[in-house]
Each structure stands twice: as C-alpha cells, then as structure tokens.
C-alpha cells in the first residue's frame, strides 16, 4: 500500500471535561473512498471540523503524504487540499451558478482602469466542470443556484471543490435530504471524483450507499472506532448492526432466552417504576 494522502492517528477532542473523540486513527488515500459510517451522536461532525480545520485536535496527529500538518484554520486546510462539501451544498441560492462556483476567487477582466468580475469566464468554466460531472441538464452559467434540484447543488459544489484542487473532499451527508433518482446521481459523481485520484470521506449513515462507492470503511460509535474494513469483508446486515448496537441487542437477547429457559418460558419482570 503506498503512502496515506491523510493519516489520522491518536486522534481526540475533549470540550471542557466532555470527551468527544477517543483515539481516532485513520488512513485515506488517493483515488479511494473512505465512509465514514455512524449514527447521529457517534462523533462524525466533531471529526469533520478537526479535518476541516474548525477545531483542532485536543491530542494526537495528522499527516499529510508522510508529513505532519495542524490545521488551524479553515483557510489552512483548504491550502492543503482539505475540501469540505456540507449536506446543503455550501451554494448560494440567490447567486447565478458561474458566481457562486467562483464566489471569493473571482475571474476578473480589465475595464478601462478597472477590474471588473469576468461573468462569460466564469459561467464558462462552471458549466463545463458541472459537465465533467455528469450534470448535462445545465447549459447556462447565469441561472441562479435557487433553481438547481438539490443534487445538482452538490455537484456544483463538488465540481468547485474538485477545479480549485482539491485532494480530499470530504462530503457531510451529500444524499442525506436528497430522492432516490438524485441521490443515485450524486453517488455517480463520487465515483467521478475518485477516478480523478481524489481521496474522498463520504461521511453518512446511509449502509446502502456507503456499499455502493466504498472502498474503505469505518464506524464510529460514541467517538470511538468500533470496525475499520475492506470493502466486502462485512456485510450490510453485520454494517447496520454494528452502528445501531447489535451486539448489545444480541447479547439482551440471549440473556432473555436465557431466563426463559430456566423459568418455564416465562420472560423476566418488569421493574418497577
């Protein structure tokens, strides 16, 4: 295996004397997708902002192609090639899509003395890489974002991510509010960007589609790892018990069984209130 683009190792976070993260440590690299895989509270977000650079790590390290990085900022980890693409796209309704695909890094032409926003460029250069994405249906550069369904914000949001560089792109719940058809066609564009060699975390808890994109996997249980596998080394229905506490369930059980067993196929008591 070569070198990890981003290793995680020994990774925790503690808010005051709340621990959020337990010693997170992780490998993703280049041309692979890793999901990222737990229920709500498990420590998905908390990860995400440390990679992001919106917190940073309260102990442990993180690597960059064999090379120790701290993201202090946002602005760090983007210099970084760090990419995050949120649930919602990060898109500007009210922005023309080549305005919002270029929104603080704006192609400009001279006017006069002037420098003015390049808007034929930009529209330009956003249809043509929501294009390389599989997105068709847009061949106007000047439609405002409000319009666009909501997978064809995330690819936008993804195709601007993938133009400025990214070598990870980290997807927050990208089919989480999305329908059946576009959810489909947002885990199509994943598939683009890994063929691209980008390093993407497809963060969700969505088994399904995690199995269908996933190379790498792991699973986040109250801020701590619980599984770290391949792709085709677990099951879906060992995945889903696995994040819902099924072995806690199994174990409760065989416990009730077990009572059964030795008192006449009569189940334990309730307690008392």
Same mark, same amino acid.
């Given at each position: 295996?070569?070198?990890?683009?981003?290793?995680?190792?020994?990774?925790?976070?503690?808010?005051?004397?709340?621990?959020?993260?337990?010693?997170?440590?992780?490998?993703?690299?280049?041309?692979?997708?890793?999901?990222?895989?737990?229920?709500?509270?498990?420590?998905?977000?908390?990860?995400?902002?440390?990679?992001?650079?919106?917190?940073?790590?309260?102990?442990?390290?993180?690597?960059?192609?064999?090379?120790?990085?701290?993201?202090?900022?946002?602005?760090?980890?983007?210099?970084?090639?760090?990419?995050?693409?949120?649930?919602?796209?990060?898109?500007?309704?009210?922005?023309?899509?080549?305005?919002?695909? $270029?929104?603080?890094?704006?192609?400009?032409?001279?006017?006069?003395? $002037?420098?003015?926003?390049?808007?034929?460029?930009?529209?330009?250069?956003?249809?043509?890489?929501?294009?390389?994405?599989?997105?068709?249906?847009?061949?106007?550069?000047?439609?405002?974002?409000?319009?666009?369904?909501?997978?064809?914000?995330? =690819?936008? =949001?993804?195709?601007?991510?993938?133009?400025?560089?990214?070598?990870?792109?980290?997807?927050?719940?990208?089919?989480?509010?999305?329908?059946?058809?576009?959810?489909?066609?947002?885990?199509?564009?994943?598939?683009?960007?890994?063929?691209?060699?980008?390093?993407?975390?497809?963060?969700?808890?969505?088994?399904?589609?995690?199995?269908?994109?996933?190379?790498?996997?792991?699973?986040?249980?109250?801020?701590?790892?619980? =599984?770290?596998?391949?792709?085709?080394?677990?099951?879906?229905?060992?995945?889903?018990?696995?994040?819902?506490?099924?072995?806690?369930?199994?174990?409760?059980?065989?416990?009730?069984?077990?009572?059964?067993?030795?008192?006449?196929?009569?189940?334990?008591?309730?307690?008392?209130?």
């Amino acid at each position: 295996m070569t070198t990890p683009l981003l290793k995680l190792d020994g990774i925790n976070k503690s808010f005051g004397p709340v621990d959020v993260l337990h010693d997170i440590s992780l490998e993703v690299h280049a041309g692979e997708v890793l999901c990222l895989l737990g229920d709500n509270g498990a420590g998905k977000s908390t990860l995400i902002r440390i990679l992001s650079g919106v917190h940073q790590p309260t102990r442990g390290t993180m690597m960059m192609n064999g090379q120790p990085v701290a993201f202090t900022s946002p602005r760090v980890a983007s210099d970084h090639g760090i990419s995050t693409v949120h649930q919602f796209g990060g898109t500007f309704p009210l922005m023309s899509i080549g305005r919002s695909f $270029f929104v603080g890094a704006e192609p400009t032409k001279r006017f006069g003395p $002037f420098e003015v926003f390049d808007r034929k460029t930009a529209n330009e250069i956003a249809v043509r890489e929501m294009r390389e994405l599989g997105i068709t249906r847009i061949d106007d550069g000047n439609r405002l974002v409000g319009g666009l369904s909501g997978g064809e914000r995330q =690819a936008l =949001a993804i195709a601007r991510a993938v133009h400025f560089g990214a070598s990870v792109l980290i997807l927050d719940e990208p089919t989480a509010a999305l329908g059946v058809k576009e959810a489909a066609h947002v885990l199509r564009i994943v598939l683009q960007a890994r063929k691209k060699g980008i390093a993407v975390i497809f963060i969700t808890h969505n088994v399904t589609h995690a199995m269908t994109v996933g190379d790498h996997f792991a699973v986040l249980i109250r801020g701590a790892k619980a =599984a770290d596998f391949r792709k085709g080394e677990k099951t879906r229905e060992e995945i889903t018990d696995l994040m819902a506490g099924g072995e806690a369930m199994a174990e409760l059980e065989a416990e009730i069984e077990g009572y059964m067993a030795t008192h006449d196929g009569h189940p334990p008591p309730v307690a008392a209130a």
